[in-house]
T-cell receptor, first 111, second 112 residues
Framework: GENVEQHPSTLSVQEGDSAVIKCTYS??????FPWYKQELGKGPQLIID?????GEKKDQRIAVTLNKTAKHFSLHITETQPEDSAVYFC??????????FGGGTRLMVKP | GAGVSQSPSNKVTEKGKDVELRCDPI?????LYWYRQSLGQGLEFLIY????????KSGLPSDRFSAERTGGSVSTLTIQRTQQEDSAVYLC??????????FGPGTRLTVT
């Protein structure tokens, strides 16, 4: 089955700096890669996703890149703000099936 | 519009008791998923319903776990004879076919 590795497990940045979280996946059949933000006591919130026919996608301060050959994808957050502090999860799936999640990254943005 | 809702938000039960957790998906979403989030195991898939097809139960950890989805909408996850290792947050998600999955707030289950 699919296996998703996520790094780093914790990330501390200064407000205004950029943050990058990286994930690798094992199953070359995976074609959908979402990113979720989870705040304390809440369910995961979908923030951006990318499909395997696209190499990069951007939404305001958030961007995701995908390298299918190397089987890795990354989340980039620019101009970080304190409200970006949360746990971020990457995931992979094939054709709308179940998501396989990475282990999560705790992002702390220091004001 | 209304998102995925789950009830109860918190459940404390004694070891050996049965529990039922409920999920109301987003209206019109044909797919429904259950996941479990625990400190040691992260977010793991449990079961997946898609339309009228037979559910994918490949993630259920034991035969004490079962789920049903009535009328293609509401779903109930049942855990029989609960054990302490069942303590976790149980998350439900729904999607429109093969698209984005939207999660509910979860049910925090504590087995004492």
């Amino acid at each position: 089955g699919e296996n998703v590795e996520q790094h780093p497990s914790t990330l501390s940045v200064q407000e205004g700096d950029s943050a990058v979280i990286k994930c690798t996946y094992s199953d070359s059949a995976s074609n959908y890669f979402p990113w979720y933000k989870q705040e304390l006591g809440k369910g995961p919130q979908l923030i951006i996703d990318i499909r395997s026919n696209v190499g990069e996608k951007k939404d305001q301060r958030i961007a995701v890149t995908l390298n299918k050959t190397a089987k890795h994808f990354s989340l980039h957050i620019t101009e970080t703000q304190p409200e970006d502090s949360a746990v971020y999860f990457c995931a992979a799936s094939w054709a709308g099936n179940m998501l396989t999640f990475g282990g999560g990254t705790r992002l702390m943005v220091k004001p | 519009g209304a998102g995925v809702s789950q009830s109860p938000s918190n459940k404390v039960t004694e070891k050996g008791k049965d529990v039922e957790l409920r999920c109301d998906p987003i209206s019109g979403h044909t797919a429904l998923y259950w996941y479990r989030q625990s400190l040691g195991q992260g977010l793991e898939f449990l079961i997946y319903f898609q339309g009228n097809s037979a559910p994918d139960k490949s993630g259920l950890p034991s035969d004490r776990f079962s789920a049903e989805r009535t009328g293609g909408s509401v779903s109930t996850l049942t855990i029989q004879r609960t054990q302490q290792e069942d303590s976790a947050v149980y998350l439900c998600a729904s999607s429109r076919g093969q698209n984005e999955q939207y999660f509910g707030p979860g049910t925090r289950l504590t087995v004492t």
